[in-house]
């Protein structure tokens, strides 16, 4: 053979033989064959092939858990119980973690991997999670900056709590090189299984509310999981103090209509207290006010902070905190008892907190949405 | 070329104490300084730089005498050497992700940085050079990663005491004084040197 | 320009996908210590001190937070103060800060025309950090770039 050819061909050679035994080894050590997960003390038991992060495993058997970084580690959102020693918690683990946290085994799904059998714990309400494939069949602005996003459901159908939310999965868009996901309230009636209706505020720098705002378009696609969240009616007479600003209506949008529509809850009466900045920022008023007409339990009390002379508006001004204050103290009949239900931002659910609290809830009655 | 004509025991102990490839021969220190931080990692780092020299040893002195030297390729021997210990670490890579996740996660990028450790390419060429046969070879190769992995535990015990040490200046913290140790301790294994020689 | 091993690192982190998926460099292509070198530069012309500037966007915070999430009036600018759940670790790594976003704009200019970064000032409390400590205010076409002619115009007279 030609000299010059020996030596190409012999070092093509090793390096072939070498690839082959590293894709042979490959093979046989990440193949961990069948495990077993056991969730719950047994309740449900998988049989799923070993080597992936756990939350893909789960997910790949319909089980969902939350994440909103889609397993990158990044969110820490994906917290269980691992029963069986997993070995201790990795470096990526760790900022998530709190001492009890790590007392009590809880480790992130997404960075455990499947090697041997596995006992974990997971919160009941996950077994009832899917993943469902929509369709945009409309988009309507409310103000300059929240969308109305109706999604109809292929081939399956939700059942929800008014109340929930679902993590809405965006894909890689524009210089996003990822998918994330992101939770948004249903404003969706739960009488309705076969829609998903959500209300969406743009915020600045958001990689999911951008995306909705100036990519998404009627008739596309859109993965959603859920339902998710524990917030909810609650099953008493004591009446309802609702209070919400943009887009934190859409969990009060469901009950309202869902206890109009059925009749539920009938001894509940409803004060929905809705706090924005001018008319523009307004929304719904119209729909609001036919129904707070046609229904005798339920008062609608929009407020404005802000409101030029020129928009000649009727209703309270003040912030929302105000305002609720002075019907907490004046109009609100107090007979069957109080209770709080709040979605908003961390900052305006302590300040309402703190009113409702002045003016005689208690702390375990003031329900509120924690995600916003 | 025949060769040389040294015993198996004293070869040994040669490479681990007087021709410590890297206290005598300065070869294999970027890991070195970054992982005798902490001894666990320093314990499991030696044991995977023994495990890829004392293979790569034994490997490539095959393909040596029964690929390269029969085909007259030596020019290419530096290029083959390297895909075998590249390969050798890829494999070496896999069985710990499998069964010491934690090892993995603890070594991080120099695990796969000990391709590019010139310890393991040194061993080799001096295997090559000094015409050593397979027994050898192995004995070389496996006594040079032991006395590479000596001298990260010895490292590692010294800066535990180290780097608690608050009278070291703050410019020589870390890196500094680490490299002034190591020449000590080269230093200190130079009164091995009336032993054996070997080089 | 010689970067030491600590900013090597930090600069490694602000890309997209390590801490935040759009990371801290826009479509900028310019290298970090050259955008932060340039700032400097621009902060020092316009007579600009860090950490007045910062101290002023922390007042804007507060003065946010009392719009309980919707936007309030603050002089000639509508401040909008949101909240989201979780924390940002500082791509230098010497701390996690609570994830928030905070809207600057100009009362008179319609929500729909404003750009993040460019007529709209956006910023969380990593950025306030990002600047007082590093001098780092992002790069171009990041929606949470601090443009020093903006912070000028917003950060300042409060």
């Given amino acids: 053979m030609s000299p010059i050819l020996v030596g190409p061909l012999t070092v093509a050679g090793i390096s072939t033989f070498l690839a082959l035994v590293i894709a042979i080894l490959d093979k046989f050590l990440n193949n961990y064959g069948q495990l077993k997960i056991s969730i719950n003390g047994g309740k449900k038991e998988l049989t799923v092939k070993g080597g992936s992060a756990l939350l893909g495993t789960l997910g790949a058997e319909g089980i969902f858990v939350p994440s909103a970084c889609g397993g990158r580690g990044s969110c820490g959102a994906c917290k269980c119980k691992v029963i069986t020693d997993v070995g201790p918690h990795l470096p990526t683990e760790m900022p998530y973690m709190s001492p009890r946290d790590i007392e009590d085994n809880i480790r992130l799904a997404c960075q455990i991997k499947v090697r041997k059998d596995l006992a974990i714990e997971l919160p009941e309400e996950l077994f009832s999670i899917k993943k469902f494939q929509t369709r945009v069949e409309s988009i309507k602005d409310l103000t300059y900056d929240i969308k109305e996003i109706l999604l109809s459901i292929d081939g399956q159908t939700i059942e929800f709590q008014a109340g929930q939310y679902v993590q809405l999965v965006v894909p890689p868009y524009g210089e996003m090189p990822e998918s994330v996901q992101r939770a948004y309230s249903m404003s969706s009636r739960p009488g309705d299984a076969k829609h998903v209706e959500l209300l969406i505020r743009l915020v600045p720098g958001g990689i999911a509310t951008t995306w909705v705002h100036k990519f998404l378009k009627e008739g596309d696609t859109v993965e959603v999981v859920g339902p998710f969240g524990e917030f909810r009616i609650h099953d008493t007479p004591a009446s309802m103090i609702c209070v919400a600003g943009g887009s934190g209506m859409a969990p009060f949008k469901s009950m309202l209509n869902h206890m109009h529509e059925t009749g539920a809850f009938p001894e509940k009466e409803i004060w929905y207290f809705f706090g924005a900045r001018t008319t523009k920022d307004m929304f719904y008023l119209d729909e609001m006010a036919a129904l707070s007409a046609s229904w005798p339990r339920f008062h609608f009390v929009p407020a404005l902070s802000e409101p030029k002379p020129e928009e000649n508006w009727k209703g309270e001004v003040g912030l929302i905190t105000d305002v609720l204050d002075r019907y907490l103290q004046g109009n609100v009949d107090r007979a069957k008892g109080l209770e709080g239900y709040l979605c908003g931002s961390p900052g305006m659910i302590n300040a309402c907190i703190n009113v409702m609290k002045r003016n005689g809830l208690t702390e375990d009655k003031i329900y509120f949405d924690k995600f916003a | ?199 | 320009m010689k970067l030491r091993p600590a900013e090597i690192k930090a600069f490694e982190r602000m890309r997209p996908g390590v801490i935040t998926i759009q990371g801290f460099l826009g479509n900028d292509i310019r290298p970090p210590e050259e955008i932060i070198a340039e700032d400097e530069a621009e902060f020092a012309r316009l007579g600009l001190d860090f950490e007045t500037i910062a101290s002023g966007l922390e007042k804007l915070r507060a003065a946010g937070e009392r719009g309980l999430g919707e936007p309030i009036s603050l002089g000639k600018f509508l401040v909008q103060t949101g909240d989201a759940r979780g924390m940002l670790p500082c791509p230098y790594n010497d701390g996690l800060y609570h994830k928030n976003a905070v809207s600057v704009r100009a009362a008179d200019q319609p929500f729909e025309s404003c750009v993040e970064g460019e007529d709209m000032l956006v910023f969380s409390d990593l950025s306030i950090h990002l600047l007082r400590v590093h001098h780092f205010c992002q790069g171009r076409g990041s929606p949470f770039r601090l443009e020093p002619e903006l912070l000028k115009k917003m950060a300042v007279s409060e």
């Fill in chain 2, 1 to 199: 070329m025949n060769a040389p004509n040294v015993g198996i025991l004293p070869l040994f102990l040669a490479s681990i104490l007087t021709s410590n490839i890297l206290l005598a021969n300065f070869l294999g220190t970027c890991s070195f300084i970054s992982i005798s931080k902490d001894f666990k990692s320093s314990m499991g780092l030696g044991i995977a730089v023994t495990m890829v020299i004392g293979l790569c040893s034994a490997i490539c002195w095959a393909v040596l005498y029964f690929v390269i030297k029969p085909l007259g390729i030596e020019y290419l021997s530096f290029i083959i050497f390297i895909i075998v210990i590249a390969g050798v670490v890829q494999m070496l890579e896999m069985i710990i992700d499998r069964f010491s996740p934690s090892l993995y996660m603890a070594l991080g990028i120099f695990l796969p940085l000990i391709t590019v450790n010139c310890a393991v390419l040194g061993v080799i060429l001096f295997m090559q050079i000094r015409n050593y046969n397979f027994v050898q070879a192995v004995v070389f190769g496996f006594g040079s990663g032991a006395g590479w992995w000596l001298s990260i535990m010895l490292l590692a015990s010294i800066r535990t005491k180290l780097d608690k040490n608050n009278a070291i200046p703050a410019g020589l913290k870390g890196t500094g004084i680490t490299l002034i140790t190591i020449g000590f301790m080269a230093m200190a294994f130079i009164g091995f040197s009336g032993m054996i020689a070997v080089q």
